[in-house]
């Protein structure tokens, strides 16, 4: 079946320090890719989307290009900022599906930006 | 403005105990999805109701059950039989399943709730 595999968190970085949090998965056909966000106290919003390989998804800052040959789908930013402190979850789905069901997550990881 | 909103947000429960939680949904979305969050694994699915009077188990409906009698609710109740409640639960809607094309635009999350077993 479908899978993510995230880097381990937490990771803890200095303001203005740059951000990679990887990102690889596994599935048996097309997926789409996604980094959703989770700040504290608040439910998942979707950061930036890709939905086929070469693409890449930017929103805040944050970038992510679909690489197929190596499956891989990493979040990065240049220079982060103490707001940008929450949980990130890799994601995918099933494509030409469009239910939720199929959406596989990552486990998370926990980005603490500190002054 | 539209949104989902789950409650309790936080929640303990005695052994043995029936729990439910609320999930309310204003953005007149026709799917609605609970997920299950531990400590260093991904969310996963409980279950899934794509219309009213209907959903399906998702990957781990084990110790659960749902409702879907309105549109804009679907409660999730964890029983006596769910050995390890003690988890965050998120619920979520998307508006249309059936579409084609995935657009992870169209998901929307509950805040979430914490259940703890005592």
């Known amino acids: 079946g479908d899978s993510v595999t995230q880097m381990e968190g937490p990771v803890t970085l200095s303001e203005e320090a740059f951000l990679t949090i990887n990102c690889t998965y596994t599935?048996?056909?097309?997926?789409?890719l996604f980094w959703y966000v989770q700040y504290p106290g608040e439910g998942l919003q979707l950061l930036l989307k890709?939905?086929?390989?070469?693409d890449k998804g930017s929103n805040k800052g944050f970038e992510a290009t679909y690489r197929k040959e190596t499956t891989s789908f990493h979040l990065e930013k240049g220079s982060v900022q103490v707001s940008d402190s929450a949980v990130y979850f890799c994601?995918?789905?099933?494509?030409?599906?469009?239910?939720?069901?199929?959406?596989?997550f990552g486990t998370g990881t926990r980005l603490q930006v500190t002054l | 403005d539209g949104g989902i909103t789950q409650s309790p947000k936080y929640l303990f429960r005695k052994e043995g105990q029936n729990v439910t939680l609320s999930c309310e949904q204003n953005?007149?979305?026709?799917?609605m999805y609970w997920y299950r969050q531990d400590p260093g694994q991904g969310l996963r699915l409980i279950y899934y109701?794509?219309?009213?009077?209907?959903?399906q188990k998702g990957d781990i409906a084990e110790g659960y059950s749902v409702s879907r009698e309105k549109k804009e609710s679907f409660p999730l109740t964890v029983t006596s039989a769910q050995k390890n409640p003690t988890a965050f639960y998120l619920c979520?809607?998307?508006?249309?399943?059936?579409?084609?094309?995935?657009?992870?635009?169209?998901?929307?999350f509950g805040e979430g709730s914490w259940l703890t077993v005592v």
């Open positions: 994601a995918l789905s099933e494509s030409n599906t469009g239910t939720a069901s199929k959406l596989t």
């Open positions: 599935a048996t056909g097309y997926p789409s």
């Open positions: 890709a939905t086929k390989a070469d």
């Open positions: 953005l007149n979305h026709d799917a």
């Open positions: 109701s794509q219309i009213v009077n209907d959903f």
């Open positions: 979520a809607s998307i508006k249309d399943p059936g579409r084609a094309s995935w657009d992870g635009n169209t998901i929307y």
